[in-house]
DNA sequence: AAATGTAATTGAACAGTGTTTAAAAATAAA
DNA sequence: TTTATTTTTAAACACTGTTCAATTACATTT
C-alpha cells in the first residue's frame, strides 16, 4: 500500500530537519565549529542516527552548499531584464560580490572550504554541477558581450576564469580578514571600491 | 654568568625544532591534520611541552606563516633587476602565482587560513606586518607604473587591491580545487593563461 | 491477536583533537 | 648540600567524527 511511500516522505522529513539544524548552526558557528553532536542535539535525536540519513559530515555539508547555489542563482536571474550584455556582466560582478559579503559563511563553504569538494571527489562524479552551472553562466554573458564588439582577440574561457578569479579574489581576501588588517580604515568600502575599477577596466575593453 | 644566555640559546634551539617538526609535518598533511601531538612525537617530547614555547597552535602557525612571507619576499627581490616598473609588476604577479603553485600548503596558510589571522587578532597587534609588507611593495611598484603615465584615472590603493585580488582568485580558486571540476582539461594551464590575459589587459590601461 | 521480519534509534565505545595542571625531574644559585 | 627556579611529563578534561551491537518501533504475515 501506501505505506512504503509515507516512510519514505518521513524519512525525507527527517533529512530536511537535520539540514535545517545544520544549516542553523553553520550560519552562527561555521563548519568547522558545527559537530555532529550539536546537529543532534538541536533535532533531539541521537548522534548515531545522523548517519543514516547522510554518509558522513561532508555529504551535510554537501547538501548545504547546494542550497547555497540555489540562491546564488536565484539572485542572478534578475539581471535577465538588462538589455545590454555589458551591464549583464557587471551586474553579474555586485550580486556575486554582494552574495559572498551578505553571506560569508556560505560563500566560505561554497568557493573556499574543501569540504564539499571532498565530498564531490568521493562520489566519483567528477563534476561540481553546482560550479559549472554558475561559471557556464558567466561563460554565456561574457561571449554576449564579445559579440557585441568586447574583449576583441580574448579567449571566452579564460576571460570567463580570469573575471571569476578577479570577484572571488576579492570577497575572498576580505572574507578571511586579509582586508582588516592591511586596509583596516577602507574595510566597509574597499570590496565596493575595488568592484567599481574593476567595471571601469572592463568598460574600456571594447573594440 | 653567561648561564642565562645559555639557557636563552638552548630554549631558542627548542622553539626552532618544534618549528621544524611542525613545518615538515604541514607541508605533507596541511595545518589541520598536523596535530601537537604529531609535533610532539617528531621532537621526541611530550605533548604538553610544546606550550613551553608557544601559546597555542595557532601561534605556532602564525611563525610558520612569517616564514612564507620570508621565501615570498625573497622571491620578489630579483624584479629590481628589471627596468621598466610595468615589468617590475608583471614580474611580482608571475612570482606570486608560480610562488602559490609550488607552495599551495604554504600560500594556503599566508592567504587563506583563518588560524595566523586569528593569533593576530588575539594579540591585538591589529595590524598584520607580513601582509602589509607585500601590500606595500605592490602598491610601490604600481605607483611607478602610474608615473610613467598608466592606470591614468585609478587610484592607487584601490587598483592595488583590485591586482593583488586577481592572482590571490585564481591561485586561490586553483588551490581549493574550484577548477578541476569546472575547468578539468585546462587544469595545469589555466592559472597561467588567465595570468597572460591580465597583463594583456593591463599593458593596454596606458594614457 | 500473536509471531515474525525489517527499519530506525540508541548508547557506548574507539581513536583522535587542543589545552590545562599538578607533580616530578633537571638544573642553577646560595 | 640545600634552596630556588626552570623544564618536562603524565594524566585529565572536554571535545571531535565515526562505527556498531543491542534495543526499540513498526509493518507484514501467520
Same mark, same amino acid.
Given at each position: 500500500?501506501?505505506?512504503?511511500?509515507?516512510?519514505?516522505?518521513?524519512?525525507?522529513?527527517?533529512?530536511?530537519?537535520?539540514?535545517?539544524?545544520?544549516?542553523?548552526?553553520? @550560519?552562527?558557528?561555521?563548519?568547522?565549529?558545527?559537530?555532529?553532536?550539536?546537529?543532534?542535539?538541536?533535532?533531539?535525536?541521537?548522534?548515531?542516527?545522523?548517519?543514516?540519513?547522510? !554518509?558522513?559530515?561532508?555529504?551535510? &555539508?554537501?547538501?548545504?552548499?547546494?542550497?547555497?547555489?540555489?540562491? @546564488?542563482?536565484?539572485?542572478?536571474?534578475?539581471?535577465?531584464?538588462?538589455?545590454?550584455?555589458?551591464?549583464?556582466?557587471?551586474?553579474?560582478?555586485?550580486?556575486?560580490?554582494?552574495?559572498?559579503?551578505?553571506?560569508?559563511?556560505?560563500?566560505?563553504?561554497? &568557493?573556499?572550504?574543501?569540504?564539499?569538494?571532498?565530498?564531490?571527489?568521493?562520489?566519483?562524479?567528477?563534476?561540481?554541477?553546482?560550479?559549472?552551472?554558475? %561559471? !557556464?553562466?558567466?561563460?554565456?554573458?561574457?561571449?554576449?558581450?564579445?559579440?557585441?564588439?568586447? %574583449?576583441?582577440?580574448?579567449?571566452?574561457?579564460?576571460?570567463?576564469?580570469?573575471?571569476?578569479?578577479?570577484?572571488?579574489?576579492?570577497?575572498?581576501?576580505?572574507?578571511?580578514?586579509?582586508?582588516?588588517?592591511?586596509?583596516?580604515?577602507?574595510?566597509?568600502?574597499?570590496? !565596493?571600491d575595488g568592484l567599481n575599477e574593476f567595471f571601469n577596466i572592463l568598460d574600456r575593453q571594447f573594440s
Amino acid at each position: 500500500m501506501g505505506v512504503a511511500e509515507r516512510k519514505e516522505r518521513e524519512k525525507e522529513v527527517l533529512r530536511e530537519q537535520i539540514l535545517t539544524a545544520a544549516k542553523t548552526l553553520f @550560519l552562527e558557528k561555521g563548519v568547522e565549529k558545527t559537530s555532529i553532536r550539536n546537529i543532534a542535539d538541536l533535532i533531539e535525536y541521537s548522534p548515531g542516527s545522523i548517519y543514516h540519513y547522510f !554518509k558522513d559530515k561532508d555529504e551535510i &555539508f554537501y547538501a548545504l552548499h547546494q542550497g547555497g547555489f540555489q540562491q @546564488l542563482m536565484t539572485k542572478m536571474l534578475v539581471i535577465n531584464d538588462l538589455p545590454h550584455p555589458m551591464e549583464r556582466l557587471k551586474a553579474m560582478g555586485s550580486i556575486y560580490v554582494q552574495f559572498g559579503l551578505d553571506n560569508p559563511d556560505m560563500y566560505d563553504l561554497m &568557493f573556499i572550504k574543501e569540504a564539499p569538494l571532498d565530498h564531490v571527489a568521493r562520489t566519483k562524479a567528477l563534476q561540481w554541477n553546482e560550479g559549472e552551472a554558475t %561559471f !557556464k553562466f558567466l561563460r554565456s554573458t561574457l561571449r554576449e558581450c564579445m559579440e557585441q564588439g568586447y %574583449f576583441q582577440g580574448h579567449e571566452e574561457e579564460t576571460l570567463s576564469f580570469l573575471i571569476w578569479s578577479t570577484v572571488h579574489g576579492m570577497v575572498s581576501l576580505q572574507i578571511r580578514r586579509r582586508c582588516e588588517v592591511v586596509l583596516a580604515d577602507r574595510q566597509d568600502t574597499i570590496v !565596493k571600491d575595488g568592484l567599481n575599477e574593476f567595471f571601469n577596466i572592463l568598460d574600456r575593453q571594447f573594440s
